[in-house]
T-cell receptor, first 112, second 112 residues
Framework: EDQVTQSPEALRLQEGESSSLNCSYT??????LFWYRQDPGKGPEFLFT???AGEEKEKERLKATLTKKESFLHITAPKPEDSATYLC?????????????FGGGTRLMVKP | DSGVTQTPKHLITATGQRVTLRCSPR?????VYWYQQSLDQGLQFLIQ???????AKGNILERFSAQQFPDLHSELNLSSLELGDSALYFC???????????FGEGSRLTVL
């Protein structure tokens, strides 16, 4: 069974204080690892796809990296508008429906 | 705006009742996914349809059913509702097998 574990559950940062969010996964053949951002009362919004170990993707203050067992979402000099819940998900190779298995998320709060 | 429309946004009903949630996917998207999000369970995959046919099933209860119509909109039917069914129900769509899902804003169901 595919499993995704995210840590920490919640993270409070001061504006400008860089940090990383962790996503550990177990999957029988990884087709892709995905990061989403979810604002309160909204649906998740796609951020990144990573396909193989060593791959990195960047978007503004966010950088996602992937190893064979985990992914990190690095946040550099965060701003209050980066406050949200960040979700990690995996898609398995043997997945007929291509559905995603999500982790529990990390709730990020950035204070000015 | 993701282009995915869900109705109703909020629904309050009583135990034992039946409700229908509706989803209109992005124009051109053939795949529709239904997810349930509760505080203690995170985002849980329920069911997926592709071009009118069921493609994959997750931990969907027998009291729940779904279908995708020829115009590609989808409906999730929840019956014999219990207090524990209170949650946010999200619909997401994508063109094919990509894990880049476009989520609607969800339907918040409260069962009293």
């Amino acid at each position: 069974e595919d499993q995704v574990t995210q840590s920490p559950e919640a993270l409070r940062l001061q504006e400008g204080e860089s940090s990383s969010l962790n996503c550990s996964y177990t999957v029988s053949g990884l087709r892709g690892l995905f990061w989403y951002r979810q604002d309160p009362g909204k649906g998740p919004e796609f951020l990144f796809t990573l396909y193989s170990a060593g791959e990195e993707k960047e978007k503004e203050r966010l950088k996602a990296t992937l190893t064979k067992k985990e992914s990190f979402l690095h946040i550099t000099a965060p701003k209050p508008e980066d406050s949200a819940t960040y979700l990690c998900a995996v898609q398995a190779e043997n997945n007929a429906g291509n559905m995603l298995t999500f982790g529990g998320g990390t709730r990020l709060m950035v204070k000015p | 705006d993701s282009g995915v429309t869900q109705t109703p946004k909020h629904l309050i009903t009583a135990t034992g009742q039946r409700v229908t949630l509706r989803c209109s996917p992005r124009s051109g998207d053939l795949s529709v996914y239904w997810y349930q999000q509760s505080l203690d369970q995170g985002l849980q995959f329920l069911i997926q349809y592709y071009n009118g046919e069921e493609r994959a099933k997750g931990n969907i209860l027998e009291r729940f059913s779904a279908q995708q119509f020829p115009d590609l909109h989808s409906e999730l039917n929840l019956s014999s509702l219990e207090l524990g069914d209170s949650a946010l129900y999200f619909c997401a769509s994508t063109v094919g097998g990509t894990g880049e899902l476009f989520f609607g804003e969800g339907s918040r169901l409260t069962v009293l």
